[in-house]
């Protein structure tokens, strides 16, 4: 399943005793979604209603979003790779200029047009097999942002071949999208999981300086431990790990974040969890920090306006983290 989990809530013992909670659970984009408000001032009935509302939001994003059916918007586009422009959604354009803006800004770390080398590793395989160097270097040919070109509502990739994988920021996106939705309709108090890509709506509050949520990184090596955790109010928060969808071939553990320039697993990053201003910008800081590696991936939290995060690696068994200046992170004794 894609996704899994990396992240995990504790309720602070305030937000616990003083708001009444409806929380509900489904599928969606391949991942576990919970959706959770918190307002004495709408009653469950409501509050239901309104879950109702973002489940069926995230379900129609996935819709125009997903790269597994050849229906959807980026879907068509991919099918039409080298051959028309297609005319797509507003919202299919938004999203797609706000990749091809971080993939500038990252130096091609992030890039949505890596779908090409993302399928022939097939981490949903059941016995997933380590694509050739040769398969790899021809793939990588039809990888690169610039050849994505956008004119208005149409949208064309330049070579046969291409696929568009929105992965690193479509869930994010459709977190953000159910806030919204739920602060249009006067929520005070919200919380939206889906696959460990976290949106939190507290009013009045701001990022890592309240103690609204108590979040639970999963720990990378053990399972059912977690390795640590921090305090959060209103912000996006994400996680990207080599341990949500890998497999191990002659000892060498091969994940599903792809550096898009050398078409491989990146190697020397464990997991990387970022806070944002939003759940789109967490979801994608978080993959394309993890690409640049622990030095350059550091460089470029710090440098990023209203971001925190924490990069993990391992060293000779032992996990090592580092810290932004602002990211309070308490370890386990696990």
Not at 25 to 42: C, G, K, P, Q
Not at 69 to 93: M, W
Request: aromatic share 8%; hydrophobic share 40%.
């Amino acid at each position: 399943m894609r996704g899994i989990l990396g992240l995990l809530l504790l309720f602070s013992s305030c937000s616990k005793n003083d708001f009444h909670r409806v929380s509900r659970a489904t599928t969606v984009m391949e991942t576990f979604l919970t959706v959770s408000i918190y307002d004495r001032e709408i009653s469950a009935e409501r509050a239901n209603a309104l879950i109702d509302s973002t489940f069926a939001e995230m379900r129609r994003i996935e819709m125009v979003m997903t790269d597994y059916s050849d229906s959807s918007e980026v879907g068509v586009i991919n099918t039409h790779a080298g051959k028309d422009s297609v005319e797509v959604s507003e919202e299919l354009v938004s999203v797609l200029k706000e990749a091809a803006m971080w993939s500038e800004e990252s130096g091609g770390a992030f890039d949505v047009t890596v779908g090409p080398i993302v399928n022939a590793w097939n981490f949903l395989a059941s016995e997933p097999e380590i694509p050739s160097a040769s398969k790899i270097r021809v793939l990588q040919q039809l990888v690169g942002w610039k050849k994505l070109f956008i004119d208005r509502h149409k949208v064309f990739l330049k070579e046969k071949g291409m696929r568009i994988d929105l992965g690193g920021i479509a869930k994010g996106y459709a977190v953000d999208r159910a806030i919204e939705i739920l602060k249009r309709n006067n929520v005070k108090n919200t919380i939206v999981d889906l696959g460990g890509n976290l949106g939190v709506w507290w009013e009045g509050t701001h990022a890592l300086d309240s103690s609204v949520a108590e979040i639970l990184i999963r720990h990378p090596r053990k399972e059912g431990k977690f390795f640590g955790a921090f305090k959060a109010g209103t912000c996006g928060i994400s996680t990207s790990g080599d341990y949500q969808r890998y497999f191990v071939k002659n000892g060498i553990r091969y994940h599903h974040i792809i550096n898009p320039k050398t078409g491989s697993p990146v190697k020397d990053v464990v997991s990387v969890t970022i806070v944002a201003d939003n759940a789109m910008h967490a979801d994608i800081l978080s993959t394309l920090v993890f690409v640049l590696g622990r030095e350059k991936g550091m460089e470029f939290i710090k440098k990023s306006k209203g971001v925190e995060g924490m990069i993990v690696r391992e060293e000779e068994g032992k996990l090592i983290y580092e810290l932004s200046h602002g990211f309070h992170f308490v370890r386990s004794n696990d």
